[in-house]
């Protein structure tokens, strides 16, 4: 059984920096693509971040990048997003993603997580 949990989500104000975590277990961890997609009140889930096996190729969406950077540790079975001058739009429900390749993540990843709050005050 495949199973994502995400943590770290929570309240934090305009301008702030948030770090959510995402622990993978019931899948060969470094055989896939990372990644973490979100959805916001009254809209579409849209990606937000993915990264290869091993970490080295990464992709955001224009709408985070430069603000966030996600992150892997496969010794760990984790990913993470670290999130910087957050604005009151990010806040959605983000969800950790599993998939064979970034370019099949960014569009319908084979797992999900259960999604992890996260609030922008302004």
């Known amino acids: 059984q495949v199973q994502l949990v995400e943590s770290g989500g929570g309240l934090v104000q305009a301008g702030g920096s948030l770090r959510l975590s995402c622990a993978a277990s019931?899948?060969?961890?470094?055989?896939?693509?990372m990644g973490w997609f979100r959805q916001a009140p009254g809209k579409e889930r849209e990606f937000v971040a993915g990264i290869s096996w091993s970490g080295g190729s990464l992709y955001y969406a224009d709408s985070v990048k430069g603000r966030c950077t996600i992150s892997r540790d496969n010794s760990k079975n984790t990913v993470s997003l670290q999130m910087n001058s957050l604005k009151p739009e990010d806040t959605a429900v983000y969800y950790c993603?599993?998939?064979?390749?970034?370019?099949?993540?960014?569009?319908?990843?084979?797992?999900w997580g259960q999604g992890a709050q996260v609030t922008v005050s302004s």
């Open positions: 993603t599993a998939s064979g390749t970034i370019a099949v993540l960014t569009t319908s990843p084979f797992y």
């Open positions: 019931g899948l060969a961890f470094s055989n896939y693509a």
